[in-house]
């Protein structure tokens, strides 16, 4: 893929029009110094420097289209909360439609906070309340999505088994856009047994390709095109989950990936220095799917994908990145 080929293809991803279906859930962070252990107890004293919040879960997933592309629509399940509240004015403040949020009155709005001192995450505290989603609810969610289907290029399921996604939604919502020969996307969760029908590609990480396929993995190898276990998962995923393409997230060994017309295709790692993963997985289904939307092949939405993944594990927090910082991480490889 040359230079003029990567132009042409961000040139068309801003015209684009995305919409994110999944778990919405606000990120707090909280950063500090360690200088001590508490006296109450052998954990350390964060002393509190600053603090910060950012769309997370599917939002963020959303968050990393918006530099990129037109118009970005997210739908998703909040409470009536001051979580809910943050969450929407954090949306706005970046150019993201929140026409697809549904706020339910007894749902708690989904809080994950980071502790982080020394560059280091300390702990995690989740705030969410999972249950069974109400009929009347994925009635709404189905209706508003439709609505927004004629506006968009493409969507991304974006599934963290917080229970918004059911099988219903997802089929109700891939049948009418694969009928208009939309993109369809679907970044799993192996706790939420989904059938993906209708989605053109799937992109499991490597834990969760080996759950999905039943598999135990018991390790990484070096070469993954040499790795038979893998290869072995994704021929089982391919034929399992009815998907023409799979997309297995690979941390430091890069991405692989399958379809049916093709061998494997495995692009390396492109990250200079690892910080933080979380966000990583989002960043990557983000960009492989404007880039297919955007009329690249999946080879080339994978080297896409796996450039912008390098970037975002090279900072601390939820992070996304900017056109420039793309064009930077594919420039050097032609260099």
């Not at 990393?64 to 739908?75: D, P, Q, W």
């Not at 509240?85 to 906070?113: Q, S, Y």
């Not at 560059?119 to 989740?126: F, I, L």
């Not at 759950?211 to 276990?229: I, Q, V, W, Y």
């Amino acid at each position: 893929m040359n230079l003029d080929r990567i132009q042409h293809l961000l040139e068309q991803a801003r015209k684009r029009r995305l919409l994110v279906v999944g778990d919405v859930m606000l990120d707090e962070f909280v950063w500090g110094k360690v200088s001590r252990i508490s006296p109450e107890a052998p954990v350390p004293v964060v002393e509190v420097q600053r603090e910060s919040s950012y769309p997370g879960g599917a939002a963020n997933v959303a968050r990393n289209l918006r530099e990129f592309c037109a118009t970005v629509h997210i739908s998703g399940l909040v409470g009536q909360d001051a979580g809910a509240k943050r969450l929407a004015d954090l949306l706005r403040e970046e150019g993201i439609a929140t026409d697809g949020i549904i706020e339910a009155e007894h749902f708690e709005t989904i809080v994950k906070t980071r502790i982080i001192a020394r560059q280091q995450q300390v702990v995690r505290v989740d705030r969410e309340k999972k249950g069974a989603l109400p009929a009347e609810v994925v009635e709404l969610a189905a209706e508003r999505i439709s609505a927004l289907l004629p506006e968009v290029d493409a969507i991304i399921f974006e599934d963290y088994n917080k229970g918004f996604l059911t099988q219903e939604l997802v089929d109700r919502v891939s049948a009418v856009a694969s009928a208009a020969g939309k993109v369809i996307t679907a970044d799993p969760n192996p706790g939420n047994r989904l059938e993906w029908r209708g989605v053109t590609t799937i992109k499991p990480n490597r834990s969760e390709a080996f759950a999905m396929a039943g598999r135990s993995d018991t390790g990484a190898a070096d070469e993954p095109l040499k790795d038979e276990p893998l290869l072995e998962v994704g021929q089982i995923l391919l034929e399992k989950l009815g998907a023409p393409s799979l997309l297995i997230t690979l941390g430091e060994h890069g991405m692989i990936l399958f379809d049916r017309a093709s061998p494997p295709y495995h692009t390396p790692t492109r990250a200079r220095e690892v910080f933080d993963v979380s966000g990583a997985g989002d960043t990557a289904i983000a960009l492989f799917t404007l880039a297919l939307s955007a009329g690249a092949t999946l080879q080339e939405a994978a080297e896409i994908s796996n450039h912008a993944s390098g970037v975002v594990v090279g900072k601390l927090g939820t992070a996304t990145l900017t056109v420039d910082e793309l064009l930077a991480s594919l420039e050097k490889d032609h260099a």
